[in-house]
């Protein structure tokens, strides 16, 4: 009886071999979940719209409300450095006005504290733009590259429709709110922006510095600027811009280097601004790992 059973164990174990209903069956049920469990496993996101790709791929690993219609405060800056370094050199030099002080001053915005009469070259200036956020940086540049703010704005238009940014309309290159209404954008048009602005070396080395200092010299007094930037400090991050206003709610336009992979994304309309940057850290971590699978 015990040869029979054995026997019978030895040719049933043969046709499942001979079918592949065995093992192979197995891997195939745990191997679906994994999948699956990416995907589901994405951080909360509570800001009004969101969107997350893989910069070299262009590939959405995530989005929310992504294609709608928001203000975005002073992300708005990153057109603006990005249209900056398509039309002047490094070494150009800016002449700060008492025009672009009093723009800052009057509008309530954040500033790099530039002094009129000061001359910047334009690789130190957009450490005041993009690092303490200075609307009086933006103003001096606009006014200078536009020439004249509405000509800059003109050109920051028309260099979105280029990247096909077709959800963004901009009103001034700071991104502050204006008598006639703020300007415009999606979380996926800026998500664009940013992996085109992070193209640039000058940009991408601005975003990613933490503190820069300016020493004084025939042209210009001392300066020294510290990044807004929270998420910096943490494994892989790049930057690339923050922002707030009432309307906007607190915004980010961030980007890090995972596992070989450089995503880029964007939050627009968070209530909380430390949340941004930990829900940032969150989708990084989350898309490198969804991006892998």
């Known amino acids: 009886m015990r040869i029979r059973n054995a026997r019978l164990a030895a040719v049933g174990g043969a046709l499942a071999l001979a079918t592949g209903l065995a093992a192979p069956a197995y891997a195939q049920v745990s191997a679906a ?49 990005y249209l900056v370094m398509k039309t002047a050199k490094p070494t150009d030099v800016v002449q700060i006005k008492r025009e672009d002080v009093q723009y800052a001053e009057d509008g309530g915005g954040t500033t790099a504290d530039l002094r009129p009469g000061d001359r910047i070259p334009v690789s130190e200036l957009l450490y005041g733009l993009m690092l303490p956020s ?17 000509g800059f704005v003109a050109k920051m238009n028309a260099t ?16 502050l709110p ?13 998500t664009v922006l940013a992996a085109k602005a992070l193209q640039v070396p000058l940009i991408k080395q601005v975003v990613g510095t933490r503190y820069h200092s300016l020493d004084a010299d025939g042209e210009h007094g001392s300066y020294g600027w510290r990044n807004t930037n929270r998420l910096l400090g943490t494994p892989g991050a790049i930057g690339v811009k923050t922002g707030f206003t009432r309307a906007a709610g607190y915004t980010l336009a961030f980007a890090g280097e ?18 941004r940057f930990d829900t940032a850290d969150a989708l990084l971590s989350w898309g490198a790992a969804r991006a892998a699978a």
């Open 33 to 81: 979940p994994a999948v699956a469990t990416v995907r589901q496993q994405a951080p909360a996101v509570y800001a009004n719209a969101a969107y997350l790709m893989d910069a070299s791929s262009g590939k959405e690993l995530f989005s929310k409300n992504a294609g709608e219609r928001l203000p975005i405060a002073s992300v708005t800056k990153t057109m603006t450095a």
């Open 134 to 150: 200075g609307a009086d940086a933006a103003h001096a540049l606009a006014r200078t590259y536009g020439p004249g703010v509405k």
């Open 160 to 175: 979105a429709r280029e990247l096909g940014m077709k959800d963004t309309e901009y009103v001034n290159a700071d991104g």
């Open 178 to 190: 204006t008598p006639d209404g703020d300007g415009y954008s999606t979380a996926h048009d800026q």
């Open 258 to 275: 995972r596992d070989g992979r450089t995503l880029v994304g964007v939050l627009l309309g968070e209530s909380d601004s430390s949340r």
